[in-house]
């Protein structure tokens, strides 16, 4: 059944059909991209959400709140999942995407405004392993 | 682990139209999470709870999974099988009460009936 469509193949065709999608897909959204991490981060671990709640001594459906996408969690919570999964906070000069040995390590930056409006940069070092066949180039 | 998207004999194809109706920002979590699933697998999956093996024993025939994504604005089911390190998506809905409906289960079963004897 080589003739059907694969991830990649549909993703890209909803992409180019709709300008709105495109759109959203290009918008930086804060809770959108820590949720991600988070929840991939979880995934690397082998954590459920009830799991990474005891271990932060928070509620499941806390880690579910955040992990949707509502609501944006404070940057200490966000080194204290960051410890208990394994994984840590990297300060921006970091580079996207770097090599480490024979794994290539991926770090997605998230820019977290503070009061003054100044930008500032963090990012998770997800230190997963990654084949980046899935990764689509918005570009 | 590669995921397919289940087409009829017709071509069309089920799970690309449902995700196609939805809100973009659900597309784009929806394929966030696919994403995640392509590329951590079955078993990181199965642990972290974003993958369920439904029971039952007419869904265990076909081994009919539910994956679980849940969006900012919807809670989302996504039925599949799996067939040599494939994933084929056979059916999706937009989850309301608790439990998975019959009617549900029951479109995919017949989806998964179909597929794999054409596989």
Redesign the interface.
């Known amino acids: 059944m080589d003739s059907l469509q694969n991830l990649f193949e549909v993703e890209k065709e909803l992409l180019d059909k709709n300008s709105i999608l495109r759109d959203e897909y290009k918008k930086i959204d804060l809770s959108f991209e820590i949720a991600r991490m988070v929840k991939e981060a979880r995934l690397v671990k082998g954590y459920t959400q009830g799991k990474l709640a005891d271990l932060l001594t928070t509620k499941q459906t806390g880690i579910s709140r955040l992990e949707r996408g509502l609501s944006l969690p404070s940057l200490s919570f966000l080194v204290k999942i960051a410890e208990v999964l394994g994984t840590y906070i990297v300060p921006p000069r970091a580079n996207s995407m770097y090599v480490n040995g024979s794994n290539t390590v991926i770090t997605r930056q998230v820019i977290v405004s503070d009061l003054r409006g100044v930008d500032m940069y963090y990012s998770i070092n997800l230190a997963a392993v990654s084949s980046g066949a899935y990764r689509a180039n918005l570009e | 682990m590669?995921?397919?998207?289940?087409?009829s004999a017709s071509r069309r194809?089920y799970v690309?139209d449902f995700?196609?109706k939805q809100a973009?920002?659900d597309?784009?979590?929806i394929?966030?999470?696919?994403?995640?699933v392509?590329?951590?697998g079955y078993t990181?999956?199965i642990?972290?709870?974003?993958l369920k093996s439904l029971k039952g024993d007419k869904l265990k025939k076909y081994k009919i999974h539910e994956l679980i994504i849940?969006?900012?604005n919807a809670s989302f089911r996504i039925l599949c099988i799996f067939r040599n390190s494939v994933c084929?998506l056979l059916h999706a809905f937009k989850k309301g009460s608790d439990g998975t409906p019959a009617n549900e289960l029951s479109v995919a079963f017949g989806r998964a009936s179909y597929?794999v004897s054409?596989?």
């Open positions: 590669e995921i397919k998207f289940m087409s194809c690309k995700i196609g973009e920002s597309q784009k979590q394929f966030s999470d696919l994403k995640l392509a590329e951590y990181a999956s642990n972290a709870g974003m849940k969006t900012a084929y597929l054409i596989l």
